[in-house]
């Protein structure tokens, strides 16, 4: 069975580090272009990060790029997102996903976990 499973979320302050961490199973991360969005509440889905399947090449959202790094473990299907410099915006629930494609990503995942909950607050 097909399943993500993501950890790491939690409360942070402004200008502070995180790390998210997202287990793939039954699927290989090869396979699929992979990476991470959020939704805050009343906020629609926003892209974080994807790897393309066609080209492993980082695609990052204008807000997160230069913040946020993404890394893969392709052989233990082993996800991460590096976060650093957080800012309130960017509380939000964050969804490791897995899908066809980068732009599709977030409206059209094939995969997606749980979701786990980064709050940054003062």
């Known amino acids: 069975q097909e399943q993500l499973v993501e950890s790491g979320g939690g409360l942070v302050q402004p200008g502070d580090s995180l790390r998210l961490s997202c287990v793939g199973s039954?699927?290989?991360?090869?396979?699929?272009?992979i990476g991470w969005f959020r939704q805050a509440p009343g906020n629609q889905r926003e892209a974080v990060v994807c790897?393309?399947?066609?080209?492993?090449?980082?695609y990052y959202g204008d807000a997160v790029k230069d913040r946020f790094s993404i890394y893969v473990d392709a052989a233990n299907n082993i996800l991460g997102l590096q976060m650093r410099d957080l800012k309130e915006d960017d509380t939000a629930v964050y969804y490791c996903?897995?899908?066809?494609?980068?732009?599709?990503?977030?409206?059209?995942?094939?995969?997606w976990g749980q979701g786990t909950q980064v709050t940054v607050s003062s």
């Open positions: 790897i393309s399947s066609d080209d492993r090449l980082a």
């Open positions: 039954g699927f290989r991360f090869d396979d699929y272009s």
């Open positions: 996903a897995a899908g066809k494609s980068c732009p599709l990503l977030t409206s059209e995942p094939r995969y």
